[in-house]
């Protein structure tokens, strides 16, 4: 589904992504591991389109991505992106940032795609009137997702979602997204929670200074036992 081969990037003269790697086949999901500053976020954003890609090549489903344009084509080519920073419209309801996500959808398609959203969290359902920014920070994570989700991405990338959530809410969130995976919805996740990540992934990549250092299954990490995690990175 999505093919990463040999890219760099980076910010004015500073290089933060070299030479990197990967790929995520349909329905899998990939988390993406390593310390702070390492270019997991700015990995997500070059997949997406967000960031220009220096050298190398992206393909998705088959297709290069090299004459791509803009982020804004990231929709219609069926990706969809979740930033770890809030990422809702506070000042209205859920429901409008529902429907505003929708726009563009067919009205039946998006009166549809609301109702799996609520489905989904039944909570968005008890607070669709109420303004997105007054909810707790785990409630707006998952409007965050439903969002993304009216539009059906094939790809999913996630930046550490799980992030200041409680356990709980966290782990709510991580099984829509095991869902996705096995309803054939591609994730790639960011995660500084390996036990939340392995969790989802069914493979690891572990970055250091912009470049891939270890590639394994999730099953392999976890079989080195958590008191090595540390040192792979
Ligand atoms: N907009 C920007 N301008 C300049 N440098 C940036 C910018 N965004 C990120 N960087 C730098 O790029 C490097 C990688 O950052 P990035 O956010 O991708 O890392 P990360 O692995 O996601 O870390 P974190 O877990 O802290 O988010 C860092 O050195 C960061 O300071």
Do not use: C
């Not at 990939?30 to 954003?45: D, E, F, W």
């Not at 968005?124 to 409007?143: D, I, K, T």
């Not at 200041?164 to 096995?182: D, T, W």
């Not at 069914?202 to 080195?224: F, H, K, P, T």
């Amino acid at each position: 589904m999505l093919l990463v081969k040999g890219i760099s990037t980076g910010f004015g003269k500073k290089r933060v992504l070299d030479d990197v790697g990967l790929n995520v086949k349909k329905g899998e999901a990939v988390a993406i591991l390593g310390h702070n500053g390492a270019g997991k976020t700015t990995l997500l954003q070059t997949i997406y389109g967000l960031q220009p890609v220096w050298s190398g090549s992206l393909y998705f489903d088959g297709k290069s991505l090299d004459d791509r344009h803009a982020a804004s084509e990231a929709v219609a080519l069926g990706m969809g992106m979740i930033p770890s920073e809030r990422f809702v419209f506070p000042d209205l309801t859920v429901l409008e940032n529902l429907r505003l996500s929708g726009r563009g959808l067919e009205g039946v398609l998006r009166e549809q795609r609301l109702e799996e959203a609520y489905d989904d969290f039944p909570i968005l359902s008890e607070r669709a009137h109420q303004l997105a920014g007054s909810l707790s920070g785990g409630q707006q994570r998952m409007v965050s997702l439903a969002m993304v989700l009216m539009h059906r991405p094939r790809l999913l990338l996630l930046d550490e979602p799980s992030l200041g959530l409680s356990p709980a809410i966290a782990e709510q969130i991580m099984a829509r997204v095991r869902g996705l995976a096995s309803e054939g919805t591609s994730i790639v996740l960011v995660e500084q929670n390996i036990a939340i990540a392995l969790s989802v992934a069914d493979r690891v990549y572990v970055l250091r200074s912009g470049r891939i250092i270890l590639e394994e299954s999730a099953r392999e990490l976890e079989n080195r036992g958590r008191e090595k995690w540390w040192e792979l990175f």
